[in-house]
């Protein structure tokens, strides 16, 4: 039997259609705390949805999303969320600090922590420059800063290195890496498959359905493939051929 005090996220046959279209079909899994777990698949297979769903803004036909053991988007749990939607949701004319200590005061949170965050998301050399001088990389981190001022313990990132170069992508990994050994439980989408060999556990897509939920160790056993979009393209293709 699970351990449900280590489970962060569960979800239960979610059933989800958008203008009359089913987009998730039956979704079962459950999210271990104080791990990186990885949703990946291609564009257009329902992730977005699905972190909808887990945020709690999201209508669903049918199932259970429980966050933290309560039911996703409950006031008892929103608080202890955070989400970093794809494009940064931040004031380009602020710089980072003034970014910062904005959604500081509109979440409540005490401005000393302010300090705190733009170390972690390294950017305390970058503080006082206005966000729209800032990189791709950078912009995204200081999105992901305004997500931490509230010390969730669930970290939604939709999509967060989408369009970034490799160097900009390894420094919010690292990020993200830290995060999670000071606890934080994140779960973070892609449809860069190579992305996968840097979280803990994966949740595969296609197409509205979970394809696996597997850790990228296992997911190279099973397929005897050490790249892991070739990987992914095997267990497709093994889909198929039992279809």
């Known amino acids: 039997m699970t351990d449900t005090s280590q489970v962060a996220v569960e979800v239960h046959d979610l059933h989800v259609s958008r203008g009359g279209r089913p987009v998730l079909h039956g979704l079962d899994f459950e999210v271990t705390?104080?791990?990186?777990?990885?949703?990946?698949?291609?564009?257009?297979?329902?992730?977005?949805?699905?972190?909808?769903?887990?945020?709690?803004?999201?209508?669903?036909e049918s199932g259970d999303v429980r966050v933290l053991g309560e039911p996703a988007g409950s006031a008892q749990v929103r608080a202890r969320v955070g989400y970093v939607m794809q494009a940064p949701a931040v004031y380009l004319d602020l710089s980072a600090q003034e970014n910062l200590r904005y959604f500081a005061r509109v979440l409540g949170a005490p401005e000393s922590r302010i300090g705190e965050i733009l170390d972690t998301v390294q950017l305390?050399?970058?503080?006082?420059?206005?966000?729209?001088?800032?990189?791709?990389?950078?912009?995204?981190?200081?999105?992901?800063?305004?997500?931490?001022?509230?010390?969730?313990?669930?970290?939604?990132?939709?999509?967060?290195?989408?369009?970034?170069?490799?160097?900009?992508?390894?420094?919010?990994?690292?990020?993200?890496?830290?995060?999670?050994?000071?606890?934080?439980?994140?779960?973070?989408?892609?449809?860069?498959?190579?992305?996968?060999?840097?979280?803990?556990?994966?949740?595969?897509?296609?197409?509205?359905?979970?394809?696996?939920?597997?850790?990228?160790?296992?997911?190279?056993?099973?397929?005897?493939?050490?790249?892991?979009?070739?990987a992914f393209l095997r267990l497709i293709e093994r889909e198929e051929a039992a279809a």
Request: proline share 4%; aromatic share 2%; charged share 25%.
């Open 33 to 60: 705390r104080g791990r990186i777990t990885g949703l990946l698949g291609p564009s257009g297979c329902g992730k977005t949805t699905l972190m909808r769903a887990i945020v709690g803004v999201q209508i669903v």
């Open 124 to 230: 305390a050399g970058h503080a006082d420059r206005p966000v729209a001088n800032l990189s791709g990389g950078q912009r995204a981190r200081v999105s992901l800063g305004t997500a931490l001022l509230g010390e969730p313990d669930v970290l939604v990132l939709d999509e967060p290195t989408v369009g970034l170069d490799p160097l900009l992508r390894e420094d919010l990994w690292r990020s993200f890496r830290g995060l999670a050994e000071r606890g934080t439980t994140l779960f973070v989408s892609s449809h860069v498959m190579d992305e996968a060999g840097r979280c803990d556990d994966l949740l595969l897509m296609r197409e509205g359905r979970l394809l696996a939920d597997l850790t990228p160790a296992a997911l190279r056993e099973r397929t005897g493939e050490q790249d892991m979009e070739q």
